[in-house]
């Protein structure tokens, strides 16, 4: 009878129902590495066994959060990490309005990976913005669909994590002097040519990059390099 209550916890001092944060983003820290563990079984070992049950959990964990997130798994793991850490409170609100979005792009991605395994590009893109939010919930504690909420909910969000809500001005620790922002850009820069070398510089050198380029390529082009691959190895056969 208790399996719906309000949603979120009743926390003196606040406002609003709240949830904990620091067990959201251990959690979100679990999934990315669930998701980047699929990915690299399917380009590497072009197998998606792992994906399937992988994604299945994703979905039905997603599914838990925006009906009762006492009970979702993922979560009550991430709280056994960190259960001797002091709470760090956020709106409910908010919260079930990006888990709301997350089982949205859940329910595609079951499908299409799990029921009716039709993997492409765009299905793969998916996959990709799925990890780029978990990973940024948890390495920076930035809930991107927390920020949606905003754009379309007339009332406005409240207790976010690190207080992004609520207007305040930085201290000097949170600020950048000259120098410090030249060597910040620089790394950025630095990060983005390394990323740009690494899927064109470096060519079919790694197992990685050739399986990333097969993927996004058409069914014409892939026919082109098989007949390609097959015409050397006729020639370099010896009668």
């Not at 679990?30 to 792992?50: D, H, K, S």
């Not at 850490?85 to 979005?101: D, M, N």
């Not at 040519?193 to 993927?215: H, P, Q, S």
Request: proline residues 4%.
């Amino acid at each position: 009878m208790g399996f719906l209550p309000e949603y979120g916890e009743k926390v003196a001092g606040y406002d609003v129902r709240v949830l904990n944060e620091r067990e959201a983003r251990a959690a979100a820290a679990l999934l990315f590495v669930g998701a980047f563990i699929g990915l690299t079984n399917g380009v590497m070992l072009q197998t998606a066994v792992f994906s399937k049950y992988f994604i299945t959990f994703f979905t039905l964990d997603f599914l838990i959060r925006i009906v009762n997130p006492r009970y979702a798994p993922s979560l009550m793991v991430g709280r056994f990490f960190v259960q001797n850490q002091t709470p760090e409170y956020v709106g409910a609100t908010q919260k079930r309005f990006a888990w709301g979005l997350g089982f949205i792009i859940a329910v595609p991605m079951f499908y299409y990976l799990v029921i009716s395994f039709e993997p492409n590009p765009l299905k793969v893109l998916v996959c990709l913005i799925c990890m780029f939010l978990l990973f940024f919930e948890a390495a920076f504690s930035i809930c991107i669909g927390c920020k949606l909420f905003n754009l379309f909910m007339k009332e406005k969000a409240t207790h976010c994590p690190g207080g992004v809500c609520e207007f305040r001005v930085k201290e000097d620790v949170q600020k950048f002097n000259p120098l410090q922002k030249i060597i910040l850009i620089v790394t950025v820069v630095g990060a983005l040519y390394g990323t740009y070398a690494y899927f064109t510089e470096l060519k079919d050198r790694t197992i990685f990059v050739k399986k990333m380029k097969e993927l996004f390529m058409s069914d014409k082009a892939l026919e082109q390099m098989q007949y390609e691959k097959d015409l050397e190895e006729f020639d370099n056969e010896d009668f």
